[in-house]
């Protein structure tokens, strides 16, 4: 159970943390937040020894410090940490609305207050006592005008709050789902993905085919012409994949120059004839790079594997499946589709 005070400290480490990241320009990904949720939480000691000696030394935090610091400090603990932060402030969010439901309870004194002065004008007051009467609801009503002066401020602000934790969220969850160099989603986002859809199979017996995707040669691209111009090749190919399959599919990068492409409603035969699509529309572009577009970098090709969803599948399954028919592709001389 999380307690008020976990409450309090969850949103004071979110304040302090997010414009600290944003005074350090470093980028709010789940990786650093989670360092920077560790730091102001205190809780670990070595973590914050190694950042404050950065900064004592004007160290900058460029994405290789960063990544340093999350090897060293978080791997082990992620995603649970990045999870935690999300669940708590969502726990923050509901105390926030919790806050807002309490001022509304004050209206309530007042109504009670105005039938009983009602029930004492049935008893044939006197002048003095209505007098009384008539002061007392006066009191009242200036109360509750200063009440409500008070009451929509604090609402402003706490809805201000609420809206900004709302979009720090959405953001955080938005990035733990992405794939920062392509923008395609990442692996976590299509394994969620995949056990929904296996999940939709055992209950209506829905199928979903999975293409298994990887550059050729590329580690002789990444040699001939730098890891910049290759990490180019991997947006190029993330776009003209995503620009070849529908909404309701999902293209993500699985890791390094591989990449997956599940497709929900899609039987083998119709995931083979998207895998086409892809593999021709890769290969169709000549690529060139340079001012005047003179350094040729040739045709980029993939090699795809392409496997269907079977009774008794999870997502490890269907994929070392699409993986297999992959190997068989590269196998069988690259630029081609295989599917079993
Ligand atoms: N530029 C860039 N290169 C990457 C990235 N991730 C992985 N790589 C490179 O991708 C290459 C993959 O090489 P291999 O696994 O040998 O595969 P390959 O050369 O494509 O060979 P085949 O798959 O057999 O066609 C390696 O050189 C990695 O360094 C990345 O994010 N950016």
Not at 262 to 284: C, G, T, Y
Not at 297 to 318: F, K, P, R, W
Request: charged share 25%; with cysteine; proline share 2%.
């Amino acid at each position: 159970m999380h307690n008020t005070q976990n409450l309090e400290q969850t949103s004071h480490i979110l304040h302090l943390a997010l414009p600290k990241m944003a005074t350090l320009s470093i980028p709010v990904t789940p990786e650093n937040y989670a360092i920077w949720f560790d730091y102001f939480a205190e809780r670990n000691l070595n973590l914050k020894r190694a950042i404050d000696g950065l900064i004592a030394n004007g160290v900058q935090f460029t994405p290789e410090v960063n990544l340093g610091l999350y090897n060293r400090f978080i791997e082990e603990q992620s995603p649970e940490v990045i999870e935690n932060v999300q669940i708590e402030t969502q726990i923050l969010i509901n105390s926030l609305l919790n806050k807002i439901e309490q001022l509304n309870v004050g209206t309530e004194s007042f109504s009670t207050n105005l039938n009983e002065f009602g029930e004492k004008l049935q008893t044939n007051p006197n002048t003095d006592e209505l007098n009384l009467i008539v002061g007392s609801i006066i009191a009242e009503v200036d109360q509750v005008i200063a009440n409500n002066h008070q009451m929509s401020a604090s609402l402003e602000s706490l809805s201000d709050e609420i809206a900004n934790l709302k979009d720090e969220m959405e953001n955080l969850s938005k990035v733990a789902m992405t794939d920062e160099l392509t923008s395609l989603k990442n692996r976590r986002s299509y394994e969620l993905f995949a056990a929904e859809q296996m999940t939709k199979f055992v209950d209506t017996q829905t199928v979903c085919s999975l293409l298994m995707i990887d550059i050729d040669n590329f580690k002789m691209f990444n040699d001939t012409f730098g890891h910049l111009i290759g990490d180019k090749v991997l947006a190029y190919v993330a776009l003209a994949m995503k620009h070849t399959v529908k909404g309701d599919d999902l293209v993500a990068r699985y890791g390094g120059e591989e990449f997956v492409v599940m497709l929900p409603n899609a039987k083998l035969i119709d995931a083979v004839n998207v895998a086409e699509k892809i593999r021709e529309r890769i290969a169709l572009k000549q690529l060139s790079i340079g001012k005047e577009k003179k350094q040729n970098l040739g045709h980029i090709t993939v090699s795809i594997g392409v496997a269907t969803i079977q009774t008794g599948d999870d997502v490890d399954t269907l994929l070392s499946r699409a993986d297999e028919q992959l190997y068989i592709a590269k196998a069988a001389g690259k630029n081609c589709v295989k599917f079993g």
